[in-house]
Every structure is written in C-alpha cells, then in structure tokens.
C-alpha cells in the first residue's frame, strides 16, 4: 500500500506561480513507481499534466497551458509540480498519483492504482 498526501493548491492570479508537492509514505522500497500528476474539472475527464517514471523519464500532458515543470526528490520521496504562468484554463482538483513499475509510466489515468485526495488550484482572471 501506498499513501499519498497533496499540497500546495490555492487560488492565484492570471500569471501566478504554485508549487504542488506529494508526500508517499507506504510499501516504497519493495519496488519502483511511475508517479505523475493528474487533473480534473467537475464534468470533464481526469487527465495527465505530467508523469515521471522509476528511471526519471519525464512526459507532459499536452494541454495544460501554465509552464510546468514536473520533478522528484527520490530520497524523500516528494514528488512536485512547479507551475508558473498560470491561465485560468489551469482550475482544476490537481492529483498525485503512484503504480509500481520499472520504468514504464503512462498518462492514462486508468492505469494508476494509488491516488491522493487532490489539491485544489483555483487560477482567476
């Protein structure tokens, strides 16, 4: 099992910055995961801003609109997701999310089996 835990959301300006964090805690050393960062708004699919597989392979979603950038501290386990320039097109429940996995990681949702409860990113005009 693995807990993950969001924060960093809030409400900002056309143009602000946030910096989203995910804590894991849980079954970590057993094997390696593809974390990534997902977002939903109410009535439209989920779907990936940006994962980051077991060997730092990085892939970005293709329509968020803020400057994003995705990393992870491997030691501590805190993944991140640095957002600047927001667009108010950027509203949405922000997720973190974990499979276990070498190496290979996905955008698809559908495909991860550990989710955090979300953070909330509020970006107004």
């Known amino acids: 099992q693995v807990q993950l835990v969001e924060s960093g959301g809030g409400s900002v300006q056309t143009g602000g910055s946030l910096r989203l964090s995910c804590v894991a805690s849980?079954?970590?050393?057993?094997?390696?995961?593809?974390m990534g960062w997902f977002r939903q708004v109410p009535g439209k699919e989920r779907e990936g801003v940006a994962v980051i597989a077991s060997d730092g392979t990085i892939t970005y979603g293709n329509s968020v609109k803020a400057q994003i950038t995705i990393s992870k501290d491997f030691d501590k386990n805190i993944l991140y997701l640095q957002m600047n320039n927001l667009k108010p097109e950027d509203t949405a429940m922000y997720s973190c999310a974990a499979e276990p996995a070498w190496r290979e990681c996905s955008r698809n949702s559908n495909w991860f089996r550990y989710w955090g409860q979300g953070t909330q990113v509020t970006v107004s005009s």
């Open positions: 849980g079954d970590l050393y057993s094997t390696t995961y593809c």
